[in-house]
């Protein structure tokens, strides 16, 4: 049998340029992690299933660990690592700080990419709304309502500068 053929792969990463060569069934979440040591992303359940791996894909949110990084090519990707402006804290990662809003601190990276891309979308108007619709990212330790503080009060415009 024939050796599987490395496909080339353009991708925007935090606003500099990538060209990768990988196998076709590498994950975004791999390829992110493995070929260019974008470690933020965590693998969790590496199922879709836990929200560690979400990041941020041309302005929405998704799990990295179940998209093909083959089916980016060409894709604006912002990760954890991109989140902030050089030493400035975006206003989410400062209003965790301020509410405590880990404790192991493993799920927030795909937390707050997946807050920022949620508040993107516009639709979440309540903390219920914020609850629903943050639910597919999981906190093992408990620091839920922390999480859901630091959201609202952004959303309030409290952490903004």
Known sequence: MAAPELRSINLNINKEQHVLQVLPWVSLLDALRDHLQLTGTKKGCD???CGACTI???GKRIVSCLTLA?????ASITTIEG????????????AFIEHDAFQCGYCTPGQ????I???????????AEV???MSGNLCRCGANI??????????EGGSNE
């Open 83 to 94: 989140i902030a402006d050089g030493e400035q804290l975006h206003p989410l990662q400062k």
């Open 70 to 74: 083959v089916m980016k090519d060409g």
């Open 47 to 49: 199922h879709g299933q």
């Open 146 to 155: 922390g999480i859901i503080d630091a959201i609202m009060e952004v959303m």
């Open 131 to 133: 609850k629903e619709l």
């Open 56 to 58: 941020l894909c041309d």
């Open 112 to 115: 707050i990419c997946s807050a």
């Open 117 to 127: 891309g949620m508040i993107q979308e516009g639709k979440a108007k309540t903390r």
